[in-house]
Structures are given as C-alpha cells and as structure tokens.
C-alpha cells in the first residue's frame, strides 16, 4: 500500500494497554480540530473532533483532551487492539469559521501482540 | 468511505501531458476539497470548493486547476504534469456547518510522472 511517511514518529503500545499520540498545534485562532487515523493504502478515516469551547470529548475507546493554553491536543486509545495500528494525524482548522484545514505529519502506532 | 468514489485509482503518466483526476460522491455535500500526501509531509489542501463553480486556492495550488459543475463531481488537473506532482491524491467532503465540520476521505489515487 502507499506509504504515508517514511520517517514518522512511532509508538509502539502493547495489546491492550493505553495509547496517549500528542499534537502540537500552531494557530492559536483555530477553534476546532480532527483526528483522523490512516490505515496502510486508505484514505484517513475521522474518528473524534473537537471545538475550542471544550477541554475534553470522549468517543468509543477514544478521548481527545485539548490544551489552548499550551496548544496541544492529545488523543487517547483506550485497550489498544491490533486494529488499531496506524497513523494518526491531527488537524486544525486555518482560521475559525473557515473549511480550510491544516494536518499535522502525523505518528504511527505500532500495536505489539 | 462515505459516498466517495475516485478515479482513475492508479495513473502512470509521463512528463508533460495533462492529467485528470475525478471526485464523485452521493452524499449531497456542500465542501469538497483536494489534497496531495507526500512522505514526510501531512496532507496539503490544493484547491477546494464551496458550491458549484465556486472553488478557492489551497497552499499548494501552483500546477493544478480545478472545476466544478455539479454538486457530486469535483475534478483536478494538472494542466502539464511534473515529476514532482508525482504524489498521492486525496479528495474529501464535508457539510456546511457554522463552527467546523469533519472531512470525509475518498481512497485515494496514486499518480506517478515519469
């Protein structure tokens, strides 16, 4: 499948045990952001967002904590599965109101069995 | 994938010719939008559209133009291909909505220039 990045940061995580992937984000006038995950030869598929307005939202086996003070945006994966490896990036939205968004690189997450 | 289909999946092409990449979906969606990923590079916006006829450049827009003239159909093209537009290609849609809304991704086409 097509390789999404040949030098991404990685994170290796044990079946079962919980994943934290950071983000850093720059635009301090982006009011709301995406995690997407990339599964090897896909397309990023949306797994939780998150508005400015909140610290906090949780999903299925999924939190996203957000962190405008230091501009940081953390997504955790809760009982990580083998299903779970992939590369997970995050976005932010270029200014608020707008679609236009800005992705980060992204870090692939390695589920050990 | 949410009602998004692209085509061609695969296209070898060679230095200079045009080329033209489709976006079909079924979801009646307002935004759609093009995106080249490249390794060690996130996903970077090369035009989009927010109703039909009405596109805006992206960040990486230089080589590409684009058209809309129905809502389902967003196409790309690269007007003279280049080795450096060899790249993976994304399309996405999203709704309206007033504080942001979620992308969805299409499988992507994989282009080549020799």
């Known amino acids: 499948g097509e390789s999404v990045g040949l030098h991404l940061p990685t994170l290796s995580v044990q079946e079962g045990d919980n994943s934290i992937i950071n983000c850093a984000y720059s635009?301090?006038?982006?009011?709301?952001f995406i995690w997407y995950k990339q599964e090897s030869g896909k397309g990023p598929q949306f797994i939780i967002d998150i508005r400015s307005n909140m610290d906090k939202r949780q999903g299925q086996r999924v939190t996203v904590l957000l962190n405008k003070t230091v501009k940081h945006l953390s997504l955790q994966i809760a009982a990580t599965q083998p299903g779970d490896s992939a590369v997970y990036f995050c976005?932010?939205?270029?200014?608020?109101?707008?679609?236009?968004?800005?992705f980060g690189t992204g870090t692939r997450l390695k589920v050990l069995a | 994938d949410a009602g998004i289909t692209q085509s061609p999946r695969h296209k070898v092409t060679e230095t200079g010719t045009p080329v033209t990449l489709r976006c079909h979906q079924t979801e009646n969606h307002r935004y759609m939008y093009w995106y080249r990923q490249d390794p060690g590079h996130g996903l970077r916006l090369i035009h989009y559209s927010y109703g039909v006829k009405d596109t805006d450049k992206g960040e990486v827009s230089d080589g590409y133009s684009v058209s809309r003239s129905k809502t389902e159909d967003f196409l790309l093209t690269l007007e003279s291909a280049t080795s450096s537009q060899t790249s993976v290609y994304f399309c996405a849609i999203s709704e309206a909505r007033d504080s942001g809304s979620e992308q969805y991704f299409g499988p992507g086409t994989r282009l080549t220039v020799t």
């Open positions: 635009n301090s006038a982006s009011d709301y």
């Open positions: 976005a932010e939205n270029a200014t608020s109101g707008t679609y236009k968004y800005i």
